[in-house]
T-cell receptor, first 109, second 115 residues
Framework: DAKTTQPPSMDCAEGRAANLPCNHS???????VYWYRQIHSQGPQYIIH???NNETNEMASLIITEDRKSSTLILPHATLRDTAVYYC??????????FGKGTSLLVTP | DGGITQSPKYLFRKEGQNVTLSCEQN?????MYWYRQDPGQGLRLIYY???????QKGDIAEGYSVSREKKESFPLTVTSAQKNPTAFYLC??????????????FGPGTRLTVL
């Protein structure tokens, strides 16, 4: 699986959009971009995934650049409950998800 | 409600004892996974199973054993051979193993402390 690079931490004010970047410059044509988040001491929660088109669901939007070398997860109106570690993962193989250290997002009042 | 159950949430054991962590899912998923997480770190794969009666080692399988006798159950045994077993253990399942869009869903985790 391709490697990803994420900033270690970010802050966001409550009610504002949180934009979490991810670089995956070595991504292959058939690798999907997945986003999970983990609230402290809980299991990771699936957020969204995509291949090359932008995706949106009830939780977030995923914007993938045209060259697919980077992506951004957007939480449109962040709340305090969105404080968590966010993991960007690219995968093509069956089996494990390759979780790195992710981005620790702190949403402040 | 459908989901993944891990029990107990907290587990304490004495050094040298084997301990079995439970993972049950009622999502009718074919694949199940065990991960380990240490403080401030990402998840590392211990074992996974794509079908009943079959499983594969992950990156850190030494000192662990699993069984998959039923589709809905995938227990993990932490043996005395595991050098540093204190960690947060996470179980996951996914519906379509082998597909690029196979999404994994996680249980709440078991925090094991070996005294």
């Amino acid at each position: 699986d391709a490697k990803t690079t994420q900033p270690p931490s970010m802050d966001c004010a409550e009610g504002r959009a949180a934009n979490l970047p991810c670089n995956h410059s070595t991504i292959s044509g058939n690798e999907y971009v997945y986003w999970y988040r983990q609230i402290h001491s809980q299991g990771p929660q699936y957020i969204i995934h995509g291949l090359k088109n932008n995706e949106t669901n009830e939780m977030a939007s995923l914007i993938i650049t045209e060259d697919r070398k980077s992506s951004t997860l957007i939480l449109p109106h962040a709340t305090l409950r969105d404080t968590a570690v966010y993991y960007c993962i690219v995968r093509v193989e069956v089996g494990a998800l390759n979780f790195g250290k992710g981005t620790s997002l702190l949403v402040t009042p | 409600d459908g989901g993944i159950t891990q029990s107990p949430k907290y587990l304490f054991r004495k050094e040298g004892q084997n301990v079995t962590l439970s993972c049950e899912q009622n999502l009718n998923h074919d694949a199940m996974y065990w991960y380990r997480q240490d403080p401030g770190q990402g998840l590392r794969l211990i074992y996974y199973s794509q079908i009943v009666n079959d499983f594969q080692k992950g990156d850190i399988a030494e000192g662990y054993s699993v069984s998959r006798e039923k589709k809905e159950s995938f227990p993990l045994t932490v043996t005395s051979a595991q050098k540093n077993p204190t960690a947060f253990y996470l179980c996951a399942s996914s519906p379509i193993p082998g597909q690029f869009t196979d999404t994994q869903y996680f249980g709440p985790g078991t925090r094991l402390t070996v005294l």
